[in-house]
């Protein structure tokens, strides 16, 4: 029978090689740091992530005038407005066809926190900002109607792709 120090050297010699070869097998198997926030976040999960791409600027001079751009791999566009007015109602809208069929964009304010709305937007003087999801969509425009009061509506869409950030 073997003493109890030889016993006890042979199971802490056992101990320690199965500790180096568990140590040995996690070695470069750390944790994923958390991935960085990017973007500011908007209501119902949108975001605003880099990089962005401003499409052309759309000049309204009247009423009923409509200017439409394409959305090639957009997911989210925000759109701000300046210009001289006193008064402008436009409207939003999308299509998924290449720009034969629109439909009403779903938009809010951008930086509220209240649902987006699908009825027109009026802004009573040359300043705001909208943000509305495309992804999905071939191209959106906007449509003037209503009140138009002033010399010019300037918009300008700025988009965030959806190819991904890697």
Request: net charge positive; aromatic share 10%.
């Amino acid at each position: 029978m073997q003493s109890r120090k030889t016993l006890f050297a042979k199971l802490s010699s056992a101990a320690m090689i199965l500790m180096i070869v568990a140590v040995s097998m996690t070695v470069g198997c750390t944790p994923k740091p958390a991935p960085e926030k990017m973007g500011a976040y908007y209501p119902g999960t949108l975001t605003s992530a880099l990089p962005n791409y401003p499409l052309p600027v759309m000049t309204f001079t009247a009423t009923a005038q409509t200017v439409s751009a394409p959305l090639s791999g957009m997911s989210m566009c925000t759109v701000t407005a300046s210009g001289t007015l006193t008064a402008a109602t436009f409207t939003f809208s999308v299509s998924n066809d290449g720009g034969v069929t629109y439909y009403t964009a779903a938009v809010a304010p951008y930086g509220a926190t209240i649902t987006p709305v699908t009825t027109a937007i009026t802004i009573a003087s040359g300043t705001g900002a909208w943000v509305f999801n495309v992804g999905g969509w071939t191209n959106f425009k906007v449509v003037t109607s209503g009140t138009f009061t002033g010399t010019n509506l300037i918009l300008q869409p700025t988009c965030t792709s959806n190819k991904g950030v890697i």
